[in-house]
């Protein structure tokens, strides 16, 4: 799951990729606006064939509360 968010992570220009820490909160530790969060959020609904409740984007803070998510998911 992470080697996946991780090519996805690679379309976003801005990311560096060498800093990438899957726990870090998504503002401080990737550097993302929550629109670039949503976008990110969206892509990887896209790569995974799934849809994440819109309440679950208003409580996810970092990339391991997706992976967490898409295990249970599984």
């Known amino acids: 799951i992470r080697a996946r968010i991780y090519n996805i992570l690679r379309q976003f220009d801005f ?18 606006d929550s629109l670039d969060w949503n976008a990110l ?16 984007y208003e409580h996810w803070r970092c990339l391991e509360d997706v992976v967490k998510a898409l295990k249970d998911d599984e």
């Open 41 to 56: 959020l969206t892509s990887i609904e896209y790569e995974f064939n799934t849809l994440f409740n819109d309440t679950f």
């Open 15 to 32: 990311i560096d990729l060498d800093k990438v820490d899957f726990s870090a909160d998504y503002e401080k530790g990737l550097g993302l």
